[in-house]
């Protein structure tokens, strides 16, 4: 696990594309649910007008990590062909994990 200086865990952003079958599966519901059971993330799971979803977790970099394993692990609803995430900063102003 990446520690900052002060001991703490690395806290990141971490934002995801879902490629596949995952509009209309209760593919959101289902990454809102998964966050809560990680715990400790900020951030939303939201459709996007080409067919795909985008999750934003902000959070401690392992937990960021165990989500993006799971939306990789086909332990989804509907079909996913595909994930690719960039990492960054916290910028904040999340209250929970939403559906959007």
Known sequence: MNESANGNAQRVRM???VRGTVQGVGF????RAAALRI??????AGNL????????????????DS????????????????????WGTIRGGYEGFEIR
């Open 39 to 44: 715990g400790g993330l900020n951030g939303f």
């Open 28 to 31: 959101r519901w289902f990454t």
């Open 67 to 86: 989500l993006l394993d799971w939306l990789r692990t086909g332990d989804t609803p509907g079909s996913v062909v595909g994930v690719t995430e960039i």
């Open 49 to 64: 007008a080409d067919g795909r979803v985008q999750v934003v977790a902000e959070g401690e970099q392992e937990s960021c």
């Open 15 to 17: 934002t995801a594309w």
